[in-house]
């Protein structure tokens, strides 16, 4: 069966500190990958997608950045962190070739001092 | 484009009562519809899906869901909620493309 995993589970980080959060999943291949990023109180932020290693689209212009060095491994950076950055990153799969139905990762809480 | 309307963001319900939370979308296609349910501190949990057939979708915990496509809406129902369902809830449509849009989350809260 399939899983995936995230981490680390908590953060919290000082504003100006770099960040790298990472997202694998396991007993699938060639899944689409999606970072989203949910703000107290807010719904969920798409903030990047990926159909492929080294493919990466962006949905929102900001600090973060995201790569994808291996088909299953997902990747959130950032050089620089704002206070705005704080939130529950959540990173998610869609099989290829299913319906779209999105399959989520436990999330990680970051928090930005 | 496609987009999604949760009208209620909370919604406060006794124990044993039946719930509806409201979903509406908009797309110019054919779409695939979600719910999804979220505890404190973790994922969101795929509750249930439509893709064709049926207009009435059964999920886990009991609930079900109606897509109706006059009115473009999806709404969750459970005839008896349990404390356990305390959530936030949140719909989404997906119309072919690789973008899922989800809807703001309604959070239920279930009263003792």
């Known amino acids: 069966s399939q899983t995936i995993h995230q981490w680390p589970a908590t953060l919290v980080q000082p504003v100006g500190s770099p960040l790298s959060l990472e997202c694998t999943v396991e007993?699938?291949?060639?899944?689409?990958l999606y970072w989203y990023r949910q703000a107290a109180g807010r719904g969920l932020q798409l903030l990047f997608y990926?159909?492929?290693?080294?493919?990466i689209s962006s949905e929102v212009p900001q600090n973060l950045s995201a790569s994808r060095p291996q088909d299953r491994q997902f990747i959130l950076s950032s050089k620089k962190l704002l206070l705005s950055d704080s939130g529950f990153y959540l990173c998610?799969?869609?099989?290829?070739?299913?319906?779209?139905?999105?399959?989520f990762g436990p999330g990680t809480r970051l928090t930005v001092t | 484009a496609q987009s999604v309307t949760q009208l209620d963001s909370q919604v406060p319900v006794f124990e044993e009562a039946p719930v509806e939370l409201r979903c509406n979308y908009s797309?110019?296609?054919?779409?695939?519809l979600f719910w999804y349910v979220q505890y404190p501190n973790q994922g969101l949990q795929l509750l249930l899906k439509?893709?064709?057939?049926?207009?009435l979708v059964k999920g886990i915990n009991g609930f079900e869901a109606e897509f109706n496509k006059s009115q473009t809406s999806f709404h969750l129902r459970k005839p008896s909620v349990h404390i356990s369902d305390t959530a936030e809830y949140f719909c989404?449509?997906?119309?072919?493309?690789?973008?899922?849009?989800f809807g703001t989350g309604t959070k239920l809260q279930v009263i003792p």
């Open positions: 998610a799969w869609v099989g290829t070739g299913s319906t779209y139905e999105q399959y």
């Open positions: 007993g699938t291949s060639n899944p689409n």
């Open positions: 990926s159909v492929g290693i080294g493919q």
């Open positions: 439509y893709l064709s057939g049926s207009t």
């Open positions: 989404a449509v997906n119309g072919g493309y690789q973008k899922v849009t």
């Open positions: 797309s110019s296609v054919s779409v695939y």
